[in-house]
């Protein structure tokens, strides 16, 4: 119950096209989603979260899509470049009463953006 | 510039030998945590601490301890009892009312012998 399953586990897409990482997660206590985007030998940074309240949440050309009653999210990586090529995690946590700050991490999505 | 620092960049061990990780932030941030990163595994908890002087065992504890004397450092010790310690290890840190929006360090590289 407290795993998150990531795909795929690597990706190629052309520059200017959208990148596409798929997530899945089974405890519904969960209600915070964050990705983080790492470039190798540095750790991951965090890049856009999104509460289960909302079904989409967009910043520049990352967007994440939600689906409370399938229980799974999703990253959205409009116009690709190359500069996107990293590796990219998702997780989840349960906030509340007795919040941990505990994250579940995904096993990681390799994207390479090929100009 | 406020952050997380994390020394040694990369570090190589004997076998049967204890070795520590330091992790210091200047974010004022009250919880800190350690992460290990293997291939293909995504990013496991070793320990979290929430406040000074507490701290808690994450998914993968066995073979590593940690204190937390002070807000701003949490450093990691991988044991000799630690039977596959080579690994890339992250500490991050968030706030306490925030717990969830964790800031990670740029991770040191551990290679045993």
């Known amino acids: 119950q407290q795993q998150v399953k990531q795909s795929p586990q690597s990706l190629i897409v052309q520059k200017g096209g959208i990148s596409i990482i798929n997530c899945a997660y089974e405890?519904?206590?969960?209600?915070?989603f964050p990705w983080y985007q790492q470039f190798p030998g540095k750790g991951p940074a965090l890049l856009i979260a999104?509460?289960?309240?909302?079904s989409e949440k967009k910043e520049g050309r990352f967007t994440i899509s939600f689906n409370k009653s399938a229980k799974q999210f999703s990253l959205h990586i409009m116009d690709s470049q190359p500069g996107d090529s990293a590796t990219y995690f998702c997780?989840?946590?349960?906030?509340?009463?007795?919040?941990?700050?505990?994250?579940?991490f995904g096993q990681g999505t390799t994207l390479q953006v090929k100009p | 510039d406020g952050g997380i620092t994390q020394s040694p960049k990369y570090l190589f061990r004997k076998e049967g030998q204890n070795v520590t990780l330091s992790c210091e932030q200047n974010?004022?941030?009250?919880?800190m945590y350690w992460y290990r990163q293997d291939p293909g595994q995504g990013l496991r908890l070793i320990y979290y601490?929430?406040?000074?002087?507490?701290?808690q065992k994450g998914d993968i504890a066995e073979g590593y301890s940690v204190s937390r004397e002070k807000k701003e450092s949490f450093p990691l010790t991988v044991t000799s009892a630690q039977k596959n310690p080579t690994a890339f290890y992250l500490c991050?840190?968030?706030?306490?009312?925030?717990?969830?929006?964790?800031?990670f360090g740029p991770g040191t590289r551990l290679t045993v012998l």
């Open positions: 405890n519904t206590a969960f209600d915070y």
């Open positions: 974010l004022n941030h009250d919880a």
């Open positions: 991050a840190s968030s706030l306490r009312d925030s717990y969830n929006e964790q800031f």
């Open positions: 997780a989840a946590s349960r906030r509340g009463s007795s919040n941990t700050g505990k994250l579940i």
């Open positions: 601490s929430q406040i000074v002087n507490d701290f």
């Open positions: 999104i509460r289960p309240d909302v």
